[in-house]
């Protein structure tokens, strides 16, 4: 029952209602629905809210002055929780985009030393292939993938190797997903384990309010308040375009 309905049901259980009783019980009720908007956060409490602002603006009049208060108040308060939701996506993105930027590299006398091992690396395996493209792939299918854990030296080989035009048929897309983990520092790949947890439970955050940003979009777009009428705001919507009779909140 909406508060304006209980207005009705308590105004006709007596015979008389002074029109002080009623003014307090008017009252009473936009009070209640002021509260309700000023808690709104989600598509659920949108619908809620226009809901009972209709039911409200039946019992009142829709010109009434508490009606249109609170139609801006609802406007103000989308509005309001529109930009929080953007806000927080900005927020959450930047913070992932800060865990994934953070990268731990070799130093120059590192770097040197581990190219002059990759190449010396990479011409041994280069004198294991032979014309047979069918052993070729094998043999390299089994350097990356077999038993014998690949070495950061072994990566940095067959990655250089995959680059040359005469071998870089025989490396899968899987081949090179894996050389471009196994190239990586050893402290760069503890610290994307550690970071994983942390960027798992971004991306869900950001997941869930995109979702209720999306459904609070859907709302505005598709619920009514009093004769048809929208709450307009000044946010910009952008969503799907649902089939004919289609109803999200079916």
Partial sequence: MTYAERIYYSRH????????????????????????????STSKDYIRACNEISSFAQVI?????????????LKDKVSDVMTEYDDKLENINHDISAF?????TDTPEEARDLQQLATTK?????????????????????WIKGKQALSRVDAMALTQLSTIPAYEKLFKPLHKEILSQ?????EQ????????PMLEQ??????????????????LQRVTLIDGEKIETDKKIM????????????
């Fill in 202 to 219: 971004k991306r869900q955050e950001l997941s869930r309010i995109y979702m209720d940003s999306f459904m609070l979009r859907q709302a």
């Fill in 182 to 186: 196994k190239i990586k520092k050893p």
């Fill in 122 to 142: 990479m011409y041994e395996y280069m004198m294991q292939l032979n014309r047979d493209e069918n052993t070729n792939r094998r043999l390299v299918g089994n």
């Fill in 189 to 196: 790949i503890e610290h994307e384990k550690v970071i994983a």
């Fill in 13 to 40: 259980k007596k015979q008389v209602e002074s029109t002080e009783d009623y003014l307090n019980r008017v009252t009473k009720a936009y009070n209640e629905i002021d509260k309700l908007i000023g808690k709104l």
């Fill in 61 to 73: 009049g829709k010109d009434a002055t508490e009606i249109l208060k609170l139609k801006h108040k």
């Fill in 100 to 104: 994934q930027s953070i990268e731990i």
């Fill in 239 to 250: 969503t799907p375009k649902l089939q004919e009779g289609e109803n999200l909140f079916d």
